[in-house]
Structure formats: C-alpha cells, structure tokens
C-alpha cells in the first residue's frame, strides 16, 4: 500500500514505515531510554541506602513505571508521535486516518509496548510489524495508530490543480470573490489536484458539494451545464490570474516607470509603413481612405466532451 485513504476516499500523500526503518528507529529510543534508566536506578540506589528493602523496591518498581512506559507515552503524546528515534528516522505516529494521535492512542501504544516489546526483546512486535499489511504492531492495531514515513523522496513534486477547459476561462471575471474563505480555496485545490485518484461518483459528490459551498459565498451559480469540477478549476483559475495581476502590478509599481514611460509610445514599423502609404495614396487621388477589413469574430461554443476528470460519471 502506497498511501492512506480517508472516509472521503481522499488519498493521503503518506506513506507508512517498514519494519528496517522502525526496528531502527526503536534501537535509538530503547538506548536513550535504558541509559535514562540505568543512571536513574544508580542515583536512587545512593539515595536510598538507608532505606529498607521495602522502600527500595517501591521505589524501583516506580522508576521503571516511570522511564520506560511512562516517559514514552509522554513523548509521544507531547510531540504528537515524534519521539526521538522516529525524529532522527523521518518517522511519525499518526491515527489510521492520518491525524495526529492524542494521550489514549499513546496509552494504549505504550502498555501494549511493554508486552511487545520490553518483555520479548521486541520479537512479537517484529512478527507483528511483518504480517501486517502496513507494518503495524499489536499496539497499533489496538490503538488506530500507524507509523508513516514523514521524509518522502520529492521527485514527484506537488501536484499542480488541473486547468479549466478552454471555454471557460475567462468566464467568470467579473465574479466577487471576497467572500470565499481561505479553507474553502483549500479544500478546493485539494479536490481539484486528487479528483482523478476518486472513485467517479465520490468525485462528482465532492464536487457538487464544494460547487454549492463557493455558488454560495460568491452569490454567483454555476451555469447551466457546466461540470462542478469545471466550475471550480475556472473560478480557481480566475483567482490565481487576479493574484498574478496583482503581484505584477505591486512590482512594477517598485521598479518605477520604464525608459519609454515618459516618451510617446512606440509604433509598430509595418503599421506606420502602411498608414504612410494609405495617406499618400488617398492624398493623390483626393479620396478618404477606407479602413481595412477585418475578420468577423466567432462565437466561440463550448466542446461537447469535458476532457480531464469534468465529466459525470457513467
């Protein structure tokens, strides 16, 4: 398995960890945790040296509940699955739906660890980690938990959303879009740049869903057959062109005005040739110059197909 898929059938760009990296990973937080240990166990062996055999062993049995299951369920509940060997190998525990795991999910990993772990050298949980389809140990199955891999090589890069079709762009210029929330744009782009991994039913829900939630902020309907998903990749266009025109005109506003900003503006060489010799003709003859013909304009109708994930399911 290649990555997570939540409720919505949206696929999570994570990937979880093997059994190399974890088993790794483990070897780096029980040496940290066992040297914690020992030079703890040598300080309260000083400490309680007058103290009876009763005290001395209350006091053992409290500083390994301490260290060794307390300290790691603390860890990872504070630093939301990162202890310090799946800090230093890229790894994180997350819940099975991707979100970061609070204190019962590490409770129940850290009990369940003790068994797993300390009591058999880590061999159920390497039998456990094997047999698994993702690499999950008892304690993960039983707390909805799985270890994933945060340091993922970026070769792919970021999934760019898929541009509009044709006859749409431009569409929608004069659209408001003040009102449109920062994580309704989000949640757009994330459709947009993952629709084609969705089951075509769940895609076009999705859509119609998030088409309904921006008609809604922005006053302004789809048009009629128009796709959802089309509506939303033209209106995501028209934003990101107003964000472009903006950001050009700020930095031309910073370099200041150009060398022929003072200057008449210049004209083309072939227009001036032409208007020279439109006048001189019409001088010599005594007549007005006509214009010149120009191209009618088409209509431009959209396609009947909408390639690129647009179209409803069969």
């Not at 088993?23 to 009876?52: E, K, M, N, P």
């Not at 032409?274 to 214009?291: E, F, H, Y």
């Amino acid at each position: 398995m290649s990555g997570l898929v939540t409720g919505d059938a949206v696929v999570l760009g994570l990937q979880p960890a093997r059994l190399p990296s974890r088993a790794l990973a483990l070897v780096i937080d029980l040496a940290v945790i066992w040297t914690v240990y020992l030079l703890l166990s040598i300080g309260l062996a000083l400490a309680t040296a007058s103290l009876d055999e009763a005290a001395v062993m209350a006091v053992s049995i409290a500083s390994f509940l301490l260290v060794l299951v307390g300290a790691p369920i603390a860890v990872e509940t504070l630093s939301h699955g990162r202890s310090l060997g799946k800090l230093a190998c890229g790894l994180r525990v997350v819940r099975d739906d991707g979100g970061p795991i609070r204190f019962r999910h590490a409770l129940v990993r850290g009990a369940m660890g003790v068994v797993e772990v300390l009591f058999t050298f880590g061999v159920i949980a390497c039998i456990a980690s094997l047999v698994s389809e993702r690499g999950r140990r008892i304690g993960d199955v039983f707390a909805g938990t799985l270890v994933v891999r945060e340091r993922v090589p970026a070769a792919r890069g970021p999934m760019a959303s898929p541009p509009p079709p044709p006859w749409l762009v431009g569409r929608f210029a004069q659209l408001d879009l003040s009102g449109v929330p920062d994580d309704l744009w989000l949640a757009i782009r994330q459709y947009l740049t993952r629709m084609r991994q969705l089951d075509p039913a769940v895609s076009w829900s999705m859509a119609q869903r998030l088409a309904g939630d921006l008609a809604e902020r922005t006053g302004a309907p789809a048009p009629e057959g128009v796709p959802p998903a089309a509506y939303l990749a033209a209106v995501v266009n028209e934003r990101q062109a107003r964000d472009a025109r903006r950001a050009f005109t700020a930095a031309a506003r910073e370099v200041g005005p150009g060398p022929t900003a003072a200057g008449p503006a210049a004209v083309p060489v072939e227009t001036t040739v032409d208007s020279m010799d439109t006048r001189s003709a019409a001088a010599a003859t005594g007549s007005t110059p006509l214009p010149r013909p120009t191209a009618p304009a088409q209509a431009h109708v959209p396609p009947t197909g909408t390639p690129g994930g647009f179209a409803p399911p069969a």
